[in-house]
T-cell receptor, first 116, second 111 residues
Framework: KAGVTQTPRYLIKTRGQQVTLSCSPISGHRSVSWYQQTPGQGLQFLFEYFSETQRNKGNFPGRFSGRQFSNSRSEMNVSTLELGDSALYLC???????????????FGSGTRLTVV | TQLLEQSPQFLSIQEGENLTVYCNSSSVFSSLQWYRQEPGEGPVLLVTVVTGGEVKKLKRLTFQFGDARKDSSLHITAAQPGDTGLYLCAGALGGSYIPTFGRGTSLIVHP
């Protein structure tokens, strides 16, 4: 079955702009989580969506938002981009989400965002 | 404060050498996962360990979960260049099901 698909793979944006990233989970998976990965901080949890509802949220400012559609595809948006938002943004798919801590995720290849 | 500490942070070895990387926490995990991430890609799940003292083997990789379920190790025998990557441990803490990730061990195996 197809894996987790993230688009685009690479993105360069200017400070102050906004960006939307997309994630299509594994077919049948209803939970999508988003992580930010930087060399200094590692993987930091952004938020989790399940059945079109944000179920958990990490410690990020309100500039970071997301949504999930009825087909489980998810998007995340970052508004008013800052240089520090440059990172690899990873989408993680799991069947229910509640099993992720016990059984792990399937990750996409990520979107590399560079803010200049 | 990092809830999950991984060591060493970096490791550069020659092909054929053995190595061990460690993952430690002051909290108890219900289970713990190890992932490997190659440059430009997302992490790939290698194994989940659940029971204290559990040992799992995946070809040349041996994973061990501490008896108290607060630590884990990954041992690679006769490392190969294809083992190069970032090794991450992760587990859910404090009743949350959202995994917390360590910062990883970056391994380079030279041919």
């Amino acid at each position: 079955k197809a894996g987790v698909t993230q688009t685009p793979r690479y993105l360069i944006k200017t400070r102050g702009q906004q960006v939307t990233l997309s994630c299509s989970p594994i077919s049948g998976h209803r939970s999508v989580s988003w992580y930010q990965q930087t060399p200094g901080q590692g993987l930091q949890f952004l938020f989790e969506y399940f059945s079109e509802t944000q179920r958990n949220k990490g410690n990020f400012p309100g500039r970071f938002s997301g949504r999930q559609f009825s087909n489980s595809r998810s998007e995340m948006n970052v508004s008013t981009l800052e240089l520090g938002d440059s990172a690899l943004y990873l989408c993680a798919s799991s069947y229910t989400g509640t099993g992720a801590g016990n059984y792990g995720y399937t990750f996409g290849s990520g979107t590399r965002l560079t803010v200049v | 404060t990092q809830l999950l500490e991984q060591s060493p942070q970096f490791l550069s070895i020659q092909e054929g050498e053995n190595l061990t990387v460690y993952c430690n926490s002051s909290s108890v995990f219900s289970s713990l996962q190890w992932y490997r991430q190659e440059p430009g890609e997302g992490p790939v799940l290698l194994v989940t360990v659940v029971t204290g003292g559990e040992v799992k083997k995946l070809k040349r990789l041996t994973f061990q979960f501490g008896d108290a379920r607060k630590d884990s190790s990954l041992h690679i025998t006769a490392a190969q260049p294809g083992d190069t990557g970032l090794y991450l441990c992760a587990g859910a803490l404090g009743g949350s099901y959202i995994p917390t990730f360590g910062r990883g061990t970056s391994l380079i195996v030279h041919p």
